[in-house]
């Protein structure tokens, strides 16, 4: 869907510094959901805002949105918002949240949409992440930073 160069345009958002982490997830999901199979997330441990990026954001705006991080838990959960076009045509906005375990290298995303009249509009996902060399764009063996 796309590149790892995405990898590197989402690290770059964040400060250059031995802090700073650029994971690649990937997830279980089906053509329905607004989840999409790939997320790059970038960030600099300590700092309350990250840079989120996948297919559809890529897309939709071309270039990775910011994100909010917080530690809970252990664990790091980035949240987001984006605009959505369903088949339909009809535009609602969509709240994400991913927690990702850094020690299992694992994570759970929610995506909830925002303002829709009815029923909740609900999908989850599950992934596995590896963290990024932002120069070389592959995996590392390392875990990330809390």
């Known amino acids: 869907m796309f590149k790892f160069g995405l990898a590197l345009a989402a690290g770059m958002c964040v400060a250059s510094s031995l802090n700073a982490a650029v994971v690649d997830c990937t997830y279980k999901t089906n053509e329905e959901s607004f989840i999409t199979e790939r997320y ?49 045509k009809a535009k609602a906005f969509m709240r994400y949240r991913n927690t990702l375990d850094p020690k299992a290298m694992t994570a759970h995303m929610t995506a909830m949409a925002a303002g829709v009249p009815g029923e909740a509009i609900n999908f989850t996902a599950s992934g596995k992440c590896d963290v990024i060399d932002e120069k070389t764009g592959k995996a590392k063996k390392s875990k990330t930073k809390q």
């Not at 970038?42 to 909010?68: L, N, Q, R, T, W």
């Open 40 to 88: 790059i997330f970038a960030y600099e441990a300590g700092d309350p805002s990250a840079a989120v990026i996948d297919g559809y954001i890529k897309f939709k705006v071309g270039k990775p949105i910011e994100a909010k991080l917080e530690t809970k838990a252990d664990k790091l959960v980035f949240t987001w918002k984006i605009e959505v076009t369903d088949r339909f």
